[in-house]
């Protein structure tokens, strides 16, 4: 990654924090949905955390990803996957913080995705995309792989609070206000309409007459 030091150095902190994030989720959906063994539910939290990081830098040429260029991301994504595991029995009272690291980790990657986009110099359009890529991704892997429909495609307001989080980055940098506030303020505007969506349950539209986005059973 290149750029100022400030912004190399706030990038990779939240993009940490979001691997972080993302391996609890992925790794608890292991457990909860798929009943994996260890091998599993480590594996599964590591492609969650590191899934839309890699799409990323391919996308962007940025090779090889930052994942196989910076051990920190395997040792976080790793740990994460060990902490869940080690939680596994107190698995029925998580059900809010996997929801909430699902979002934090959703959120976190939207900002550092656009301002990674836009340190390789992506237009604003596409540093929005890869934004919203890098937030999905992993979690869209992990439910193919647990054969669920993906939550980017049913999910409460999904894709929608990624994009717009990353707008907000992407704009504060073309307006030349760029930084650390403003990745936070995105990364804030990212998880209060994620979790908005799941506490009330709001879905983006769908076709009329359309009914209820079936799951693959998760026992």
């Known amino acids: 990654m290149t750029g100022s030091p400030a912004t190399v150095t706030t990038a990779l902190v939240l993009d940490l924090a979001g691997t972080f994030a993302f391996a609890l989720n992925g790794a608890f959906t292991g457990i909860r949905v798929a009943r994996l063994d260890i091998v599993g539910v480590v594996t599964l939290g590591m492609i969650t955390a590191l899934g839309g990081g890699i799409l990323r830098d391919v996308l962007l040429g940025a090779l090889p990803p930052a994942t196989f260029s910076d051990w920190r991301y395997l040792v976080v994504a790793t740990a994460g996957g060990l902490v869940a595991f080690a939680a ?14 699902d979002a934090l980790g959703l959120s976190l990657f939207a900002v550092t995705g656009a301002t990674t986009a836009l340190v390789h110099g992506a237009g604003t359009g596409q ?15 992990r439910d193919v792989l647990v054969r669920r429909v993906p939550s980017v495609l049913s999910s409460e307001l999904y894709a929608i609070p990624a994009m717009l989080g990353a707008a907000v980055v992407v704009l504060a940098a073309r307006a030349g206000v760029g930084g650390l506030v403003w990745t936070l303020v995105g990364a804030a505007v990212a998880l209060v309409v994620r979790l908005v969506g799941v506490g009330f349950r709001l879905n983006a539209p769908r076709p009329p007459g359309s009914g209820p986005v079936g799951r693959a059973t998760e026992g």
């Open 88 to 101: 596994a029995g107190q698995l029925e009272r998580l059900a809010l913080p996997i929801t909430v690291f």
């Open 127 to 141: 540093a929005v995309l890869l934004g919203t890529i890098t937030a999905a991704g992993g979690g869209t892997i």
